[in-house]
């Protein structure tokens, strides 16, 4: 029994490793998003970052998951806010001078995470992913969650995952969603 203990702990943990991010682009004149490194014809969306996530996420998964989707993204979140904060400080008391040297390395302004090769995820990881979307829109960015399995989202609305709304079939929807907005 403790064996098998053993080795599913060592499983989840492998899994959770060996997940990745891709960056997507737009493959003109079509409804893809394919890999920006593989497919030279895919381009980025303007203001728009698209990530594929392969794998699961799980309590045990989740800070690699972030830390992952964070340097896919080029950014560090922490200092992304902090410098956030300072800027509505400094708005708010216009007399003082801004201390801060460090400029935002947001080059977009909508984020879409393609989960359509997610395999599993936990309630610990729904926190996760909530407190993530309101981390991105206190930096003005929206976030689209797109492609989860039906039993997913059966997953999400049985823990009450408050960003529903944010949950759209396909890349090309959440985008276009956006565009309209």
Known sequence: ????????????????????????????????????????RAIEVPFVKVVRYSGSINYATKACFKNKLCETLGINLLKELRYHE??????????????????????????????????NIDASSIVLLTELIKDFNKLNVQVSLV?????????????????MKHIYPTIHDAIGFREKA
């Open 86 to 119: 300072s800027q509505n400080e400094n708005q708010v008391n216009v007399g003082k001078k801004n201390c801060s040297s460090h400029l935002s390395n947001l080059n977009f302004k909508h984020l879409v995470i393609d989960f359509s090769a997610l395999t």
């Open 1 to 40: 029994l403790l064996i098998g203990l053993i080795l599913s702990i060592a499983c989840i943990f492998c899994s959770g490793f060996k997940a990745h991010f891709t960056i997507l682009g737009h493959l003109p004149n079509s409804d893809l998003y394919l890999d920006i490194d593989s497919f030279q």
């Open 147 to 163: 492609c989860f399995s039906t039993r997913l989202i059966e997953i999400l609305i049985r823990n009450e995952f408050e960003f």
